[in-house]
């Protein structure tokens, strides 16, 4: 049986990044869509699992919740596998689901950081727009977790002729050695599952001085260490990055 086809949802979508954690650096633009739009969805990665991204709006919920402007919550469900089966799957009945929420008007869809950087708003749209080639879309960016944790520093990210490279969480040692000759600066995203390794070849590299952990940026359980000893491989979650500045961090 084909999947059905949206031809003209009325609603618009729109993709909005909610920051790294912190409610007070969500955009104006963010702000005033998230206070009106009729439905948020939100991701999850397993069916009972909650949203980082919603409890960063919570407040601004709550505030429309005292002030009598109903809304309507939709979680979205996101696998963490790479199965492509289970992940096309995944796309067409998140899309299905938001679908049918455009056909009665507007809703957003937030994530946290930005919207477009490493996000699951990707997948919500390949599994979209086959399906509603009429689809109307607008993005709020939003700001990244790196960019919020070097704000928490307070330290220059680059600078001058200083060239960046972000890279996600999986990566093979080979490929870390080869970013960290090319680069001056090096942001290691979502690094619970290779810290030990990526520790080792910083120490091994003499950069660990010159490198920042940072976890949970801008949430209550934020913390940064600009020690790697100190952080226990089973201890580093999810939500953590590394920070590496080969030409040094400010003198303190």
């Keep these: 049986m084909s999947a059905p086809v949206f031809l003209n949802p009325s609603g618009t979508l729109y993709g909005i990044g909610v920051g790294p954690g912190d409610p007070e650096l969500l955009t104006v633009k963010a702000h005033r869509i998230l206070s009106e739009v009729p439905v948020l969805a939100v991701p999850t990665s397993y069916a009972d699992s909650g949203s980082l991204a919603l409890e960063v709006i919570r407040p601004l919920l709550s505030a429309r919740e005292l002030a009598g402007r109903p809304f309507e919550v939709v979680s979205l469900l996101f696998p963490m596998t790479r199965d492509e089966e289970v992940l096309a799957n995944a796309r067409r009945q998140n899309a299905e689901i938001l679908l049918g929420a455009l056909s009665r008007g507007d809703a957003a869809f937030v994530a946290l950081g930005d919207i477009l950087f490493y996000s699951t708003f990707g997948n919500l749209l390949a599994g979209l727009f086959p399906l509603a080639p009429a689809l109307k879309a607008e993005v709020v960016p939003g700001i990244t977790a790196y960019a919020g944790a070097v704000s928490r520093l307070v330290e220059p990210l680059t600078q001058g002729s200083e060239r960046l490279a972000i890279l996600p969480a ?36 003499g950069l660990l001085d010159r490198t920042v952990y940072v976890s949970f940026v801008g949430m209550p359980e934020e913390r940064i260490e600009r020690r790697l000893d100190r952080v226990a491989p089973e201890e580093v979650p999810y939500m953590s990055l590394l920070v590496v500045r080969k030409n040094g961090w400010l003198p303190r």
């Design 170 to 205: 999986v990566y093979a040692p080979e490929e870390i050695e080869k970013v960290l000759d090319l680069f001056e600066v090096v942001v290691f995203m979502k690094i619970n599952k290779v810290f030990s390794t990526v520790r080792e070849i910083l120490s091994r590299r």
